[in-house]
Structures are given as structure tokens and as C-alpha cells.
């Protein structure tokens, strides 16, 4: 796909330096600036920011003030109470945090807006499927959670071997790409 960006520009809102970069992804499938920010920042800093309730502004304060280089640093701090120490980190947000810090254990979490969009494409394609009576997002995606660690989807149907062999396909589709 193509952005022509005189068109982009005439969209509301759209101005020159915004439509070249919704060019420049069209044309490339990256974004140059996105990715040298990701290039400065460590994956052990950008796994924080699937925590719910960290955000980039508490993180860099965790790294100043606790010099915090991941997820493992952060559950010592945590656990160590020192979290606590540190303005902004009150009783309620430190145990959320000690909570998802936990929940993590290695598992991918992806940001909400993330995980709408591969919901919503999942659910569009399923919906096709011979005999499929409803089918709805569930779980913590369907909560509106910051972060979603796995999708949840539910449908009624008359017939699930339908249902599951699209779904299956699908997953295969996307494995291979």
C-alpha cells in the first residue's frame, strides 16, 4: 500500500510532517525515527512497559532513582520495598506493579491498542466461518486492560469443527509470514 501524501495532507488534521511519516510507513513498513528510539532503549526497559501502571515517565524515574535495567531489577526494588521510597510510588501502585511484575514470568504482553487490532482482524475472519451464530472479544482485552498477555475470544456456532478449522488456519497463515 502507497500513502499518496498530497491526498494524506487534505485529510483534517493531516499536516506535511504527518503525512510524510504516514508515507514514509506506507512505503517502507517502518517508521526511521520509531525505530532509533527503540535502538537508545534496552529491551529490559521497554519489557517495564508492558506493565500496567508504569508508563515512560515512571520508568525513567525508576531509572534514575533505583537505576532499574529490567524486569528482574524492578521485582528487587519491589520487593525490597524501595519503591515505596519514591515519590509518585504510593502502597496501591506498588503492589500493582509487584502484581504484573509477577504476572509477567516471561510472558508477552502487548499494548491494548496492539491487541484490538489482531482481535478485531481475528474476529472479522472467524466470523465467515460456516455456521457461526456470534462471536465476541472477551477477557482482559474485552476489559480494556492496558496490556493483554493473551486473547480471549468466545462464539457460539453450530458447528465448533468449522469454527476451529478457520481459526486454525489462520494461525498457520500468520506463523508463516
Do not use: Y
Not at 528482574?72 to 521510597?85: I, K, V
Not at 484490538?116 to 481475528?122: G, P, R, T, V
Not at 498457520?172 to 509470514?177: E, I, Q
Amino acid at each position: 500500500m502507497v500513502a499518496d501524501e498530497k491526498a494524506l495532507k487534505e485529510l483534517p488534521g493531516i499536516g506535511k510532517d504527518l503525512g510524510g511519516k504516514i508515507a514514509e510507513i506506507c512505503r517502507t513498513g517502518k517508521f526511521l525515527v520509531l525505530e532509533e528510539c527503540r535502538s537508545r532503549v534496552s529491551p529490559g526497559i521497554r519489557k517495564l512497559l508492558r506493565i500496567q501502571g508504569l508508563g515512560p515517565k515512571r520508568i525513567r524515574v525508576l531509572c534514575e532513582e533505583l537505576k532499574i535495567t529490567g524486569l528482574e531489577d524492578l521485582r528487587r526494588a519491589t520487593e525490597g520495598g524501595q519503591l515505596e521510597d519514591i515519590r509518585g510510588f504510593g502502597p496501591k501502585i506498588v503492589q500493582k506493579i509487584l502484581a504484573e511484575a509477577k504476572d509477567l514470568n516471561g510472558e508477552t504482553r502487548i499494548k491494548l491498542i496492539v491487541a484490538e487490532e489482531i482481535a478485531n482482524s481475528l474476529v472479522d475472519w472467524l466470523k465467515h466461518a460456516r455456521g457461526v451464530r456470534q462471536i465476541e472479544i472477551a477477557g482482559s482485552l474485552r476489559r480494556r486492560r492496558e496490556t493483554v498477555g493473551d486473547l480471549d475470544i468466545s462464539a457460539t456456532c453450530e458447528n465448533s469443527d468449522e469454527v476451529m478449522n478457520r481459526f486454525v488456519t489462520s494461525m498457520t497463515r500468520a506463523n508463516s509470514s
